[in-house]
């Protein structure tokens, strides 16, 4: 359910320093300011946000010009409430800390957030490891990137950026980059008893089946999003067809790029993530990095 605004925007930033210094530009201009402090738990990956009127916030993107904004959405009471607790303890490793810089509203989802961040740390070399634990994980050596589902939320890491799709609120963007950042460092450490994959999946994210879908969003399917829909596709809840639209109206034109998405495929047939035989990038970015080559199936056994 979308929750009520009230009116003003919310903005964030990368770090406390553009933070406080739009909170002095606020004080100075007499503009109503009101802060959101992440809590001790979420030191490591958030800066406070401001929330303030529209016309004092564009103020503060025209006349502040030495202060960084990450971006601006409506404010919303904010959903989860944040952890108790001292801040992260232990090697920061391999992702370091985390700053938003990018803070904007679902293109097709206006009530959701979608939120960037750059970490300090690399998680590329995580990427085999988490792949090896998370069997819903979409791994892609070739685009370094590591997409899955984090509830409702679609996050992709990159070596040095993470993406969250679908954040309710800048407090929900924080305990998603949060749990992003204890699951690495906590896989990390427990690397010597995990069998690296390189095996990309050959199943298409959702994501690549949403951007095939016409994204309407018109609920015929009974999701209420097109992208609710592609991720029950994904999980392979639900069959395609579901979209009557591209199967029974006049969307047809979709289908077969649909169906090849799903199945794995690009346009011409060809298997579009390759199963971890013969000489895949895989292969190339296991020889790189000097990991053995073994299929997931036995590295999933391997965590059992
Ligand atoms: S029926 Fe198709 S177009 Fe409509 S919401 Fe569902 S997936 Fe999207």
């Given at each position: 359910m979308t929750s009520p605004t009230d009116d003003r925007l919310i903005a964030a930033f990368p770090g406390r320093p553009d933070a406080d210094a739009a909170a002095g530009f606020f004080r100075r201009i007499g503009a109503a300011v009101e802060q959101i402090d992440p809590t001790p738990p979420l030191a490591l990956v958030a800066a406070p946000a401001l929330v303030a009127g529209r016309a004092d916030m564009a103020r503060l993107v025209t006349e502040a010009k030495t202060v960084t904004v990450a971006g601006w959405v409506d404010h919303r009471p904010v959903a989860r409430p944040m952890p108790d607790g001292p801040e992260p303890a232990g090697?920061?490793?391999?992702?370091?800390r985390a700053a938003v810089v990018s803070f904007r509203s679902c293109a097709t989802e206006w009530s959701k957030s979608r939120v960037t961040a750059e970490i300090s740390g690399d998680l590329e070399p995580v990427f085999p490891y988490l792949n090896a634990v998370m069997p819903s994980a979409m791994y892609g050596p070739e685009t370094r990137t590591l997409t899955y589902m984090d509830g409702f939320h679609l996050v992709t890491l990159h070596p040095r950026r993470v993406m969250i799709a679908k954040a309710t609120d800048i407090v929900d963007a924080w305990l998603v980059l949060e749990g992003i950042r204890a699951r690495a460092v906590s896989v990390w450490a427990d690397r010597d008893r995990i069998t690296p994959c390189l095996e990309p999946r050959s199943k298409a994210p959702a994501l690549e089946i949403w951007k095939r879908l016409?994204?309407?969003?018109?609920?015929?399917?009974?999701?209420?999003?097109c992208l609710a829909f592609s991720v029950r596709v994904w999980m392979g809840?639900?069959?395609?067809?579901?979209c009557r639209p591209v199967f029974e109206g006049p969307?047809?034109?979709?289908r077969e790029d649909l169906i090849a998405t799903a199945a794995g495929r690009d346009g011409t047939g060809r298997?579009?993530?390759?199963?971890?035989?013969?000489?895949?990038g895989a292969t190339s970015q296991a020889s790189r990095r000097g990991l053995p080559r073994r299929r997931c199936r036995e590295s999933r056994r391997s965590m059992v």
């Open positions: 090697a920061p490793e391999p992702f370091g016409p994204r309407t969003n018109c609920g015929e399917c009974g999701e209420s999003t809840e639900i069959g395609l067809q579901g969307l047809g034109y979709l298997a579009r993530a390759r199963s971890g035989r013969g000489g895949s």
